[in-house]
């Protein structure tokens, strides 16, 4: 009887770890696709814009940038 409760512990020992992978596979995030990549750096390369722009540029462009953000409902 001790040497199948022995054989059942050493099974379960040699067996944890690969369980233990099977979970840590399915946690792991996706990859981002390459479309998310380059949203993410056309995002940056927007935003850092007015950074490049001459002075005379700036309230045109800001002048467009507020024209395109959207209307906030007046709630009372």
């Known amino acids: ?6 054989l ?8 944890s770890p690969a ?6 596979s399915k946690m792991m ?3 981002p ?3 998310e ?3 993410a750096g056309f995002r940056f390369v927007r935003d850092s814009l007015p950074i490049y722009l ?3 540029a700036l309230p045109i462009y800001m ?9 906030k409902s007046k709630k009372k």
């Open 37 to 39: 990549r380059n949203e």
């Open 63 to 71: 002048a467009h940038q507020k024209a395109n953000e959207p209307k």
């Open 1 to 6: 009887m001790t040497k199948i409760a022995l």
């Open 19 to 24: 369980v233990a992978a099977k979970k840590k």
């Open 29 to 31: 995030a996706k990859e």
């Open 54 to 56: 001459p002075t005379w």
């Open 33 to 35: 696709t390459v479309w």
């Open 8 to 15: 059942v512990l050493a099974a379960l020992v040699a067996a």
